[in-house]
């Protein structure tokens, strides 16, 4: 069962070729397809998404196998399903507070 669908934000949990991707908050974008190859050429059974940065920035993707693969900047990327955790949707008060731009004061 996969945890993503389109339209979801997601946490990156797992990036064994972009490590420095792990923590980024992406948008889920579409289903790609349920067999891929892995950067060392395994092939791998589980769903994949497209995904890219919600502002629009270039996301780092890897292309090849190590130790020649590269890296280079794109619009979007893809990552298997196990790779991503959906966030849960922001609350009307938690929408508020992000367009504001600031956190809600606690009373002392």
């Given at each position: 069962?996969?945890?993503?669908?389109?339209g979801d934000?997601?946490?990156?949990?797992?990036?064994?070729?972009?490590?420095?991707?792990?923590g980024h908050?992406?948008?889920?974008?579409?289903?790609?397809?349920?067999?891929?190859?892995?950067?060392?050429?395994?092939?791998?059974?589980?769903?994949?998404?497209?995904?890219?940065?919600?502002?629009?920035?270039?996301?780092?993707?890897?292309?090849?196998?190590?130790?020649?693969?590269?890296?280079?900047?794109?619009?979007?990327?893809?990552?298997?399903?196990?790779?991503?955790?959906?966030?849960?949707?922001l609350s009307?008060?938690?929408?508020?507070?992000?367009?504001?731009?600031?956190?809600?004061?606690?009373?002392?």
């Amino acid at each position: 069962m996969n945890r993503c669908k389109p339209g979801d934000m997601a946490i990156v949990v797992y990036a064994p070729g972009s490590p420095i991707l792990l923590g980024h908050i992406v948008e889920v974008i579409r289903g790609v397809h349920d067999e891929y190859f892995t950067m060392d050429g395994a092939l791998r059974i589980g769903h994949a998404w497209e995904v890219r940065y919600p502002d629009g920035r270039q996301i780092l993707q890897s292309r090849g196998r190590p130790p020649l693969h590269m890296h280079m900047l794109a619009p979007a990327r893809m990552f298997n399903d196990r790779c991503l955790r959906p966030l849960p949707p922001l609350s009307e008060d938690d929408y508020d507070q992000a367009e504001a731009g600031k956190p809600e004061q606690v009373a002392a």
